[in-house]
């Protein structure tokens, strides 16, 4: 799998009139779910993390009205840019709530693997939101703007924010929470290239409650927390194990989790050099796995 780090596409200078934002990585450092509910979504509550790594979007402004996305990046040729990329449904949302705006000229970065538990999707439209709000000068209310963001897909309002947060409901009801020593932590993302997705991992979870979610420390958070998909993303590729087991053996490794529905798992460690040891482990592995080392991103 293609690797590139978060510095490669930051650097790239932007062009007059052109506007950037970096749709981070989501990290669930911990899911519990809770229940499913009459609507069909799972009552979740959940430790969201940002990492420093993200797709790279830029947009200009266009006078007709149109919006036109470009994709690239390494994972750019498994999406297009027609109406079902949400990068698309959130401009075409935005234009709606506002009753009419310019159009944009956007070009998508492509970094992060797609559908796979890392929220990319959600963090591309909620880094188009941001984008083009700022492109139209139009200037929203969080609430309004959360409202859209939440038509888009329950991981979108978190990642409007990209902040460290205790995430409820169905991915609605945010609260900003700090864990100490979390800021700026090595994280290694390794994804085994199978797509998983949400819809199919959540229908095989065993409806077993299995309590809620405390995260007042990191100690707390590793020894305490879980996710509750793990299991049910194993059902639909047992890879997910080996990834998980490959990343318990990496020496200094403090958490070891899969993230969302999954298929990528992440390590937490304390210093950049055991991340990179265990990186270049797991690369030598010569799996083909998606391995990326970033860091926590700042409240
Ligand atoms: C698993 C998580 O990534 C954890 O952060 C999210 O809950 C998923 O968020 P997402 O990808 O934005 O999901 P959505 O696009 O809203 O929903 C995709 C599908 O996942 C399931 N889904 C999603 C969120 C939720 N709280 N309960 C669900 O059951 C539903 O079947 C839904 O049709
Ligand atoms: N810009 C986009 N980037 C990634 N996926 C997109 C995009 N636009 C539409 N999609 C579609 O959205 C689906 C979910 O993609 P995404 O990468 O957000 O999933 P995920 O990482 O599993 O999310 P989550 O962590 O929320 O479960 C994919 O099947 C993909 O086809």
């Known amino acids: 799998m293609p690797h590139v780090e978060a510095e490669d596409v930051a650097a790239r200078p932007v062009d007059a009139g052109e506007l950037v934002e970096t749709a981070f990585?989501?990290?669930n450092l911990a899911l519990h779910v809770r229940g499913k509910r009459a609507d069909g979504y799972h009552a979740l509550e959940s430790l969201f993390v940002f990492a420093e790594l993200g797709d790279r979007l830029t947009g200009r402004i266009r006078a007709d009205g149109e919006i036109r996305l470009e994709?690239?990046?390494?994972?750019?040729?498994l999406l297009d840019g027609g109406p079902d990329n949400l990068v698309v449904k959130a401009a075409r949302a935005l234009q709606a709530h506002l009753g009419g705006s310019p159009g944009a000229d956007l070009r998508l970065t492509k970094i992060l693997p797609v559908a796979s538990g890392i929220g990319g999707g959600s963090a591309d439209a909620a880094a188009a939101l941001r984008l083009?709000?700022?492109?139209?000068?139009?200037?929203?209310a969080p609430q309004a703007l959360e409202r859209i963001a939440l038509s888009l897909g329950s991981d979108v309002p978190a990642c409007i924010g990209s902040i460290p947060q205790m995430v409820r409901g169905r991915g609605e009801l945010l609260?900003?929470?700090a864990v100490e020593g979390?800021?700026?932590?090595p994280i290694l993302l390794v994804n085994p290239g199978v797509a998983l997705s949400t819809a199919e991992v959540f229908g095989l979870w065993d409806r077993l409650d299995r309590g809620p979610l405390a995260a007042e420390g990191l100690e707390q958070l590793i020894s305490e927390g879980r996710?509750?998909?793990?299991q049910a993303a194993m059902a639909a590729a047992p890879v997910v194990a080996d990834v998980l087991a490959a990343l318990g053996a990496c020496a200094g490794s403090r958490l070891v989790r899969m993230s969302g529905s999954g298929a990528t798992c992440f390590a937490l460690f304390d210093t950049d050099r055991q991340m990179a040891e265990a990186a270049a482990a797991l690369r030598a592995g010569w799996n083909g796995w998606w391995v990326a080392e970033t860091r926590i991103r700042a409240a």
């Open 227 to 230: 996710n509750d998909l793990e």
């Open 71 to 77: 994709m690239d990046g390494p994972f750019g040729p």
């Open 25 to 27: 990585a989501k990290i």
């Open 132 to 140: 083009l709000t700022r492109l139209w000068n139009a200037p929203m």
């Open 175 to 177: 609260q900003p929470q």
């Open 182 to 185: 979390l800021t700026a932590m």
